[in-house]
Structures are given as structure tokens and as C-alpha cells.
């Protein structure tokens, strides 16, 4: 299924909705990707269903999209663009796509481990408080 990235037109609609964003003012660290490459790989991961791991690699990496992802859902900025751009003409289907949610891929479970908020410890001792003997 081909994927169309955002026209200029598109663009315009939604881009006033990104004027908010921080902007790096410092010349350290990576720089931050601009909010129309992550829209259009959001729009590819909606209209795909597929999960970030799976984004080609014409876009953002998937830790980025998905934290913008998430980030623009919390704060209504998604749902503004799903509701402009379709009011422009584009169809936007959020069925394949879980009702705006992106998937994550699985994690790997191990045998044997104890698994804590994605810390895996094989002996809980370090991490429990010491216990007083009378």
C-alpha cells in the first residue's frame, strides 16, 4: 500500500499546529527533526497499521515517531491533524490502526528472570531493603 507524504497544501493546514514545538537553541546534541517528516510517518504508520519497527527508511526513527506519537495524542495535536487534513480530502482510516495506537513490537521474555518496569534482575538482593534482626 503506497502512502502519500503530505502536500504543501496539507501542510499549510496543519503546520500552525507545530509552532509550539522547542526549537533547539544550543549547537549541542542532535538536532531536532522537524515536525512534518514525523507527521508523515505517523500518517504512514495510521494508514499501514504496521508498527514504528517497521517504518521505511525515508522516515524518522521509530523511538522518535513514536514519542512524538504518543506526545501528540496526550495533547489533542493528533486528532487536530486527523481532523484537518481530513476535512481537506484525505482519507486518514484509524480501523487498521487500533484506534490511534501504534503497536509495539514484543519483548523477548527469558525464563527464569524477574521483570520490573523493564529491569531484569536474576538475584533481587541487591535491590531490597536490608532487614534488621533483633
Same mark, same amino acid.
Given at each position: 500500500?503506497?502512502?502519500?507524504?503530505?502536500?504543501?497544501?496539507?501542510?499549510?493546514?496543519?503546520?500552525?499546529?507545530?509552532?509550539?514545538?522547542?526549537?533547539?537553541?544550543?549547537?549541542?546534541? *542532535? !538536532?531536532?527533526?522537524?515536525? $512534518? @517528516?514525523?507527521?508523515?510517518?505517523?500518517?504512514?504508520?495510521?494508514?499501514? =497499521?504496521? &508498527?514504528?519497527?517497521?517504518?521505511?527508511?525515508?522516515?524518522?526513527?521509530?523511538?522518535?515517531?513514536? *514519542? !512524538?506519537?504518543?506526545?501528540? $495524542? @496526550?495533547?489533542?495535536?493528533?486528532?487536530?491533524?486527523?481532523?484537518?487534513? =481530513?476535512? &481537506?480530502?484525505?482519507?486518514?482510516?484509524?480501523?487498521?490502526?487500533?484506534?490511534?495506537?501504534?503497536? *509495539?513490537?514484543?519483548?523477548?521474555? $527469558?525464563?527464569?528472570?524477574?521483570?520490573?518496569?523493564?529491569?531484569?534482575?536474576?538475584?533481587?538482593?541487591?535491590?531490597?531493603?536490608?532487614?534488621?534482626?533483633?
Amino acid at each position: 500500500m503506497a502512502v502519500e507524504d503530505l502536500t504543501d497544501d496539507e501542510w499549510a493546514l496543519i503546520e500552525q499546529l507545530f509552532y509550539e514545538e522547542p526549537t533547539q537553541s544550543a549547537p549541542r546534541g *542532535r !538536532r531536532r527533526i522537524e515536525a $512534518r @517528516a514525523v507527521v508523515n510517518a505517523v500518517l504512514w504508520l495510521l494508514s499501514t =497499521g504496521k &508498527s514504528c519497527n517497521a517504518l521505511p527508511g525515508r522516515y524518522p526513527s521509530s523511538p522518535t515517531c513514536r *514519542r !512524538r506519537f504518543d506526545q501528540w $495524542r @496526550a495533547d489533542g495535536t493528533l486528532a487536530e491533524v486527523i481532523k484537518l487534513l =481530513g476535512e &481537506s480530502g484525505r482519507d486518514i482510516s484509524l480501523d487498521r490502526a487500533g484506534a490511534m495506537t501504534l503497536k *509495539r513490537p514484543a519483548q523477548p521474555q $527469558r525464563p527464569g528472570q524477574n521483570h520490573t518496569r523493564g529491569a531484569f534482575w536474576a538475584n533481587p538482593a541487591p535491590w531490597r531493603a536490608p532487614v534488621k534482626t533483633p
